[in-house]
Structures are given as C-alpha cells and as structure tokens.
C-alpha cells in the first residue's frame, strides 16, 4: 500500500511538470487584462490576438479574457511570471513594488506629458526598465498609453496642496503613491480597483486619482463629481509576455510577437485619445465639476521627500531618475 501511495504521488508529480510544459509550449495562450469591452485596451488586446494568428499562420493563438475574470491585477501579475497565465497588459504602477526600475515612472511629475513618456521609452531608460521587468519573469513587447492621472473626489475641487489635507485618497497599492498623499497632507487608502466606487459612495475615503477613461467608464464621477486636473502622474502600461514562454520562442515567432504587439499599441494610443476626449465630455455632460491647476509647482515642491526617500532607498537608481528627467 505505501508502495502503491508513493507511486500515485510520483505520478501527480509527473503530470504536473508535464502540465507545466505543455502550458508553456500551448498552441492557445490566456491574455489577462482589468478593463471592460470597448476600452481602447480591451480593443487593443483582442487587436493584438488577431494579429498575432494571422501573422503566425495559427502557430500562436491567443484567447483573451477581460474585465480582470482571470483574477485581480496584483493576482494576474504572479500568474504571468509563474507561468499561470502568458499573455497580459499591466499598468507600471503595481508592478513598481516588484520591479524597482519600473517603479521609477511612479515619481510623481517625472514626466514634461505624454510625448515625453514615449521619447523616453523609446529610449536608453526604456531598456533599462525592460531589463528590470525580465529579471521578474516579465518581457515587455510594447507600451500602451495609461493616460495622466488628476484627483478627484467628493468634497470641493483640489487648487492647492492645502485643499488635500485631511483628506482620505485611495490610491493603487504602491509606496510610493501612499508617499504622494502623505506629502500632500491627506491619508492614503490602498485598495483594490474594483472597491473605489462603493467606498467613494459611502465616504470610506473622499477621493481617488486616474484618468479620463476610468473616472468616466467606473461611474466615479457619479460620486465623486469634482475632478482637479493635476496629472500629477503619468503611468505607462505594458503589454508582456512569460520570459519562459517567450524565450521558448524561435527568433522569428519573437519577431512576429513584438510586431503583432507594436501595431496594437499603436491602435491602443489612437483610440486612447479618442476615449479620453470622449470620456471628459461625459463626465462634465453628467455633472462633474472640472478644474484645472495652471500652477503646479506648490505641488511639485511638495514631492522633494518623496524623492528624497526614493533615491535614498535605490541608490542605484538615480542615473535613471535622471536620465528621464534629462530626455528633452
């Protein structure tokens, strides 16, 4: 019997390193991604399955789940790097505690806009993030646009850092977005994407931060109808792939990955733009209250500790710190 015992568990053992195998060798790969049908993401995504079938001639398939079903961001991250799940689109933001080079882009006002983020990705920082991603098991195929993120909430419109204080903000689960708050006078409340709305309507906390496309297709601005706009960050987001699965690639299938993953992110980029003018027209057609801070620099000055601890805690760090502040 315990012979017996000892050889069904050696079978299980053997069928799961098979599994795991023939996981990473699957003709059909799972594409995670949080956002809802029609986001330019979601839309990018399937985009992006298309493409990839067609210029593999079937070789690579990609079924793609939305809507975050597979499981919560911070889930859908480790299911990536073990290989739970192959394919996803992830904002920078909660892969910064995991990947220090990416949490660089989480500085608030790093970035001069939008323009600068990409010269900058283009660029020798961008592979230096990459680089940082792929020693977490992450390889990075192309970036999407995750729009600049302002504050809004329930009380009265934010004009100045003084309009923060006291103030309860939630905010992605990140140090150093909880430092941004902090710095600002108001308390940090991290949590999950999909508890904001019921927290705004119930007061747990009095605002939170995003972009256009969320604050309109969440329904936040049902609740919290003042939207200052700060753009005090400015995240990208990447579409990435399993390091294991896609080394397991011959060159010209990693060839074909990264293009089929560039001209999605081309079409995300569009589309954003085009949601994200469509989405402050709703909002404001709906009842928000927009503002705008023509002078950002009593924020700003309000992030020297948040530097500060940063640079303080990842010494090594800082020639990337700078060379993004650098990039024209």
């Avoid at 999605?264 to 469509?278: G, P």
């Amino acid at each position: 019997m315990k012979y017996l015992k000892m050889l069904a568990c050696s079978v299980v053992t053997i069928a799961l390193i098979a599994g795991f195998a023939v996981s990473t060798q699957a003709a059909e790969w799972k594409g995670w991604n949080i956002h809802v049908a029609g986001y330019p993401n979601t839309v990018a995504m399937d985009k992006f399955a298309e493409l990839l079938s067609a210029k593999s001639g079937g070789k690579m398939t990609l079924k793609m789940y939305h809507a975050g079903t597979l499981g919560s961001q911070p889930d859908a991250i480790e299911q990536v790097r073990l290989g739970g799940l192959e394919v996803a689109n992830f904002s920078l933001g909660p892969l910064g505690p995991i990947v220090p080079e990416a949490n660089v882009v989480s500085l608030p006002f790093i970035f001069k806009d939008t323009d600068h983020v990409w010269r900058v990705l283009d660029g020798k920082a961008g592979e230096m993030i990459n680089a940082g991603l792929a020693k977490k098991g992450l390889i990075s195929l192309a970036w999407y646009d995750g729009g600049a993120r302002s504050f809004y909430d329930s009380k009265k419109p934010i004009k100045t850092p003084a309009d923060v204080v006291g103030m309860k903000i939630r905010v992605m689960n990140n140090d150093l977005y909880s430092g941004m708050i902090k710095a600002l006078g108001g308390n940090p409340s991290p949590m999950a994407f999909s508890e904001v709305y019921q927290s705004l309507k119930t007061g747990v906390v009095d605002g939170a931060e995003n972009n256009w496309p969320s604050y309109e297709s969440t329904g936040h601005y049902e609740v919290a109808k003042y939207y200052s706009v700060s753009q005090h960050l400015i995240i990208p987001e990447t579409l990435c792939i399993n390091a294991d699965v896609y080394n397991a690639l011959s060159p010209e299938d990693q060839k074909i990955l990264k293009e089929a993953a560039q001209e999605s992110a081309l079409l995300q980029r569009k589309l954003w733009k085009e949601r994200s003018k469509a989405s402050e027209a709703k909002v404001i057609a709906g009842g928000a209250i927009v503002n705008t801070i023509p002078d950002k620099s009593a924020f700003q000055a309000a992030m020297k500790p948040v530097y500060e601890k940063f640079l303080t805690d990842n010494p090594s760090l800082r020639p990337l710190v700078e060379m993004i502040q650098n990039t024209p």
